[in-house]
């Protein structure tokens, strides 16, 4: 009952985020400005998408992100080269203010309770320590996610000033697998939630 009720939880914020970054929620003044009745008129395989219950597959867009080179670099603070939580935090929460209906990060589904923390040598997602490369998959309008992160002094720009590796290219079809908090994917049958 717990863990459906933080579903429930995670799917309306998701939902109530998603709806904000179009500007249709809330409206002051408007019928169903109120949570419960923006979130009655979605449906539930909506809602089990933003909650990450179900697996997203659809067109996207993937982003690779690695350490900077260190050969020739004694110049720059060895900190201003490896990748950091701040950077994978920044590439989400772009993501999903561009619309991505789901994202991943090394193949873990990234949900209102995702946790990006650096430890260590490692980044911790979820419940798993992960390391460079990172492999970020956004499932959405490729160009629409594409333009959102590559805009002028936009996310990418930031990353790349950090003399960091970045590739991004558009997808026509991407797979994000469900939330697992241990981190490994669900085996389900794939939902068409990308637009």
């Not at 260190?70 to 772009?94: C, F, S, Y």
């Not at 309008?141 to 930031?158: F, H, R, S, Y």
Request: proline fraction near 5%; charge should be positive; hydrophobic fraction near 45%.
């Amino acid at each position: 009952m717990r863990r459906l009720m933080i579903f429930a939880v995670s799917a309306a914020v998701g939902l109530s985020l998603a709806a904000m970054s179009r500007g249709e929620w809330p409206q002051a003044g408007k019928p169903g400005g109120a949570i419960i009745g923006a979130s009655s008129r979605v449906s539930s395989e909506k809602a089990e998408i933003m909650a990450g219950l179900t697996r997203v597959e659809g067109p996207g867009i993937r982003i690779r992100i690695d350490d900077a080179a260190k050969a020739g670099r004694k110049d720059v603070p060895i900190e201003r080269l490896i990748v950091h939580e701040r950077d994978l935090m920044l590439l989400r929460n772009e993501l999903f203010a561009a619309g991505a209906e789901a994202v991943s990060i090394n193949g873990l589904r990234m949900v209102a309770k995702s946790v990006i923390r650096c430890v260590g040598p490692a980044i911790r997602i979820n419940d798993s320590f992960t390391s460079p490369p990172y492999v970020i998959e956004a499932a959405g309008d490729p160009e629409t996610l594409k333009q959102a992160v590559m805009m002028m002094d936009g996310v990418i720009d930031v990353i790349s000033a950090h003399n960091l590796k970045v590739d991004v290219a558009q997808l026509k079809n991407v797979a994000i697998p469900a939330y697992s908090e241990s981190g490994a994917a669900k085996a389900d049958s794939p939902r068409g939630g990308a637009k």
